[in-house]
């Protein structure tokens, strides 16, 4: 299920909740997104991300090297980021 805080429009306050930038509304980050909806590029929504705990940390495998990462880890500038469709 997609999060909020999952979404391109979406910023942080506190754990729990942050502002839409689209619309200026508070939103709790675990309630239902809208059709605005705009993946964010991170770890965890990337299709080279394997998560291995419960955690969030896991490994990569979009380099010659795979190595571990956190799926909370922005990826806005990764040369390996495949977007999961
Ligand atoms: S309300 Fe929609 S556009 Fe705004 S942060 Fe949530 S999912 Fe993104």
Request: aromatic fraction near 10%; include cysteine; proline fraction near 1%.
């Amino acid at each position: 299920m997609n999060k909020h805080s999952d979404c391109e429009n979406f910023c942080a306050i506190d754990a729990a909740k942050g502002i839409c930038r689209l619309n200026g509304e508070f939103v709790l980050i675990d309630t239902a997104v809208c059709t605005e909806f705009e993946e964010l590029p991170k770890c965890g929504n990337c299709q080279c991300f394997t998560q291995n705990d419960k955690d969030g940390m896991g490994s990569c495998s979009g380099f010659k090297k795979e190595y571990w990462s956190a799926a909370e880890n922005r990826a806005v500038s990764c040369e390996g980021y495949v977007g999961r469709c």
